[in-house]
């Protein structure tokens, strides 16, 4: 199995642990490499590697929060680069399996913490035991020139921004509370991800056709109260929805007091016997099913309805969907009728459910919450398993044993990128010097050129896994240098490698 890195001087050459970059190719060392591998009985060329998140310690015991005061992140020399935005978004509940101190903070210029919650009071909260994690956050980004906002809502936590925001005196009550939270935890701004105004989002959410409106005149309060912090939106590959319920084709008003926006391109399709590409770099093959879900589409409509491309953020996924489906190929183009398709289609979808759930109705859990796996015989150098079998990856207690490929009773949720490679179903190609994963255990790769993303198949299991990693992360690089946007953010940090393998991936074809 690799050994832990250590984060705080891995290198985001975006080549194999032990080997050099020298301009764009890799070169191997000329001593014995320090990385150890797993034994096989696979191919001489491709080793199962476990590559898991970091742990505090052999114990259960957390790492203990100073109270002081962070220091600020510098203003001056930010982005550390001088070029894009790399970043990522780092949830609390995934503390336990990726704790703050596992970050390495010099690979990214920003993280959104998430999430902050409005409350039916209108005001914005975030619990004590959040905060506790935030501030071990703060405190090490700070030190390393690392901004941090505060993301608030989400999927799943959208349901009051509609009131909060409409009217004049709960717009400043909710200013506030969010104004002395930025001030509390010595943040750098603030990420209003309201899913979504002017629309349906999560079942139960307020919705008003005011909505995009009253939230353009909450973020110019917002604006004002903190002149010098960064702000941000999150928002689909569409403009925000007008009162007429079509998008807006204007949107210099947004620009005018926002740093960024943050465009969510993922979760375009979910999982479905019929899958789909997760996050579509472009309609490539032209004649998709939904044309206008990928990023080079989400960047030509914000510029031209009047975002600057500067102010675009690109958000990726270190996820992907497993759908129980015997598909070798990806659905796009309409070889059938648009609507013989969707009518055929079993959908489990959970579309920008970022709340790490498993989707509503869909029997299993997401396997990023799972910390056991029934694989056959031997014990897990990981620690003991909970609820039977051998454990595959436990929280807090650092690597262990490379899983089999089951998925069984997964099908239709969520899979982080990292899960893919614990649970044996995709392991890393040797037999180049760039970083490259494919499919083990029955699993095959394939790439699938109408979206620039792979796709994982397995016919025996019926299993297809729609996904993205190091080769496609630098296609989404590559346009955003060529489609001059601001960067690219992340979702969720926890997903990537132990050494952060997507992350140097799109870096380096970002030029940072």
């Known amino acids: 199995m690799r050994a832990l890195a250590d984060h705080s001087t891995t290198e ?102 998430a999430f902050a919650l409005p409350t039916s009071d209108y005001v914005v909260s975030l619990p004590d035991y959040s905060g506790s994690i935030l501030k071990r956050v703060v405190k090490l980004a700070h030190g390393n020139n690392t901004k941090v906002n505060l993301a608030v809502g989400g999927w799943t936590d959208s349901v009051y921004f509609s009131g909060a925001v409409s009217t ?96 969510m391109n993922y979760d375009v399709w979910g999982a479905s016997s019929t899958p789909g590409p997760n996050a579509p770099l472009r309609d490539d093959c032209s004649g998709s099913l939904q044309p206008n879900a990928n990023m080079q589409s989400a960047i030509d409509t914000w510029t031209d309805a009047g975002m600057p491309a500067s102010k675009i953020l690109m958000g990726i996924p270190a996820y992907g969907y497993v759908s129980s489906s015997s598909a070798t190929s990806l659905i796009h183009k309409r070889d059938e009728a648009a609507s013989d398709i969707l009518a055929k289609r079993d959908v489990i979808v959970c579309p920008n459910d970022h709340s790490g759930k498993p989707c509503a109705g869909v029997t299993g859990q997401n396997i990023s919450e799972i910390d056991w796996n029934p694989l056959s ?91 993205d990693d190091p080769e496609s992360l630098a296609a989404k690089g590559k346009l955003a240098v060529d489609n001059k946007i601001g960067g690219m953010l992340m979702w969720d940090l926890s997903g990537d490698t132990l050494d952060f393998q997507l992350t140097k991936a799109y870096r380096s074809a970002m030029g940072v």
């Open 12 to 113: 985001h050459t975006g080549c194999r642990s032990g080997y050099v970059a020298t301009g764009s190719a890799c070169v191997a060392p000329t001593s014995a490499s320090s990385t150890t591998r797993a034994s096989s009985s696979a191919s001489s060329t491709v080793k199962p590697t476990t590559t898991t998140r970091a742990s505090t310690s052999a114990t259960t015991s957390r790492v203990s929060t100073s109270t002081s005061a962070a220091p600020a992140a510098s203003s001056t020399g930010w982005p550390t680069s001088g070029g894009l935005i790399a970043g990522g978004y780092y949830p609390d509940w995934v503390e336990d399996v990726m704790p703050p101190e596992a970050l390495n903070y010099k690979m990214f210029d920003l993280i959104n913490y």
């Open 168 to 263: 004049a005196s709960r717009r400043t009550k909710f200013v506030k509370s969010i104004v002395d939270l930025v001030n509390q935890y010595n943040l750098d701004g603030v990420d209003i991800d309201w899913c979504y105004p002017g629309t349906n989002g999560n079942p139960g959410n307020q919705i008003s056709s005011s909505d995009t409106a009253n939230l353009l005149k909450m973020l110019t309060e917002l604006r004002t109260a903190l002149p010098k912090k960064l702000l941000s939106t999150c928002t689909t590959q569409s403009a925000y929805i007008g009162a007429d319920g079509s998008p807006l084709t204007d949107v210099k008003a947004f620009a005018n007091v926002l740093d960024h926006i943050l465009v």
């Open 377 to 467: 015989g031997g014990n897990s150098t990981g620690g003991g398993s909970t609820g039977g079998g051998d454990g595959v990856f436990q929280p807090g207690h650092g690597p262990g044993k490379v899983g089999t490929g089951n998925l069984s009773g997964l099908e239709g949720n969520q899979i982080q990128f990292v899960d893919l490679i614990n649970y044996g179903v995709i392991v890393e190609d040797t037999s180049t010097t760039k970083v490259d994963y494919i499919g083990t255990n029955g699993y095959t790769r394939k790439w699938d050129t109408c979206s620039s993303t792979p796709f994982l198949y397995n016919k025996s299991r019926k299993v297809v896994i729609t996904y």
